[in-house]
């Protein structure tokens, strides 16, 4: 990732963390534990906690990876645990666009979404905080449209 | 004049409480910095959202659908501003953006 992208996510990042506290989420930079990033992975990596409003007791991970900052949309995954298997369908939420068995979103805020429609690509916004309006989105979706968790 | 007949503005009047409604649009891809305005008790979220996309320079566009959020919760076009309010004289909303999927 290029330096302008670091300091963007850097700067960002603190409203993101701080719309996380309000609605009982945290968030952490993958970097701040020295994890390891495989071949192929995203350098610019953050795992949320979230919850839907709905079901206060339940916990999702999600996984936010960015390769550029704001210039391209993020990966975005969800985990069984902080750090956790990426490939376990029951760490999903059941929301509409949520695609557990393809351990994807197709949306127009994931990088998954923009490679299945690419005719997407000019709806993506570089303007104010990307970060937070992908959190935003998220958080939303998980208030909003929560179907319970996925088996 | 007894207190049963007395219109809401009179009442807010009589208490001393202002007689419009403080609002906060935030938008974080929007440009410049939050939506803000003092609303009649009747002006509706459409009024509101509106007057916050033309600040934010959000277009309407067929492909997408904007709306606001309080709480939370998604606040309907029709839904008059007091109403979210309840008793407090200041409300914050967040503009949200979805894709019309075809």
Redesign the interface.
Known sequence: MDLESELRLDEDAA?VAAFLAE?DGALEPAWHRGEELEAGDETGVYWLTVRP?SAPDERYYARIGWNRYPGAPPSVKFATTDRGSLSETSAWPNVG?YRPGNFDIC??WTSEGHQAHPE?AG?W?T????F??VV??L??DL??RYGGRSA | MTGATKTKAQDDRDRGRPETIKVTVTFPIGAGGPYRDDVADEATAGTVRAAAMTHFGAAEDPGLRFYLVHNGLEVADTTAIAEVAGRARAVKFTLARDVVQG
Do not use: M, S, T
């Open positions: 409203e609605n409003v666009g949306a127009e997407w709806r916004p303007a104010g905080n990307p937070l309006w935003q989105i958080q939303g208030d909003r």
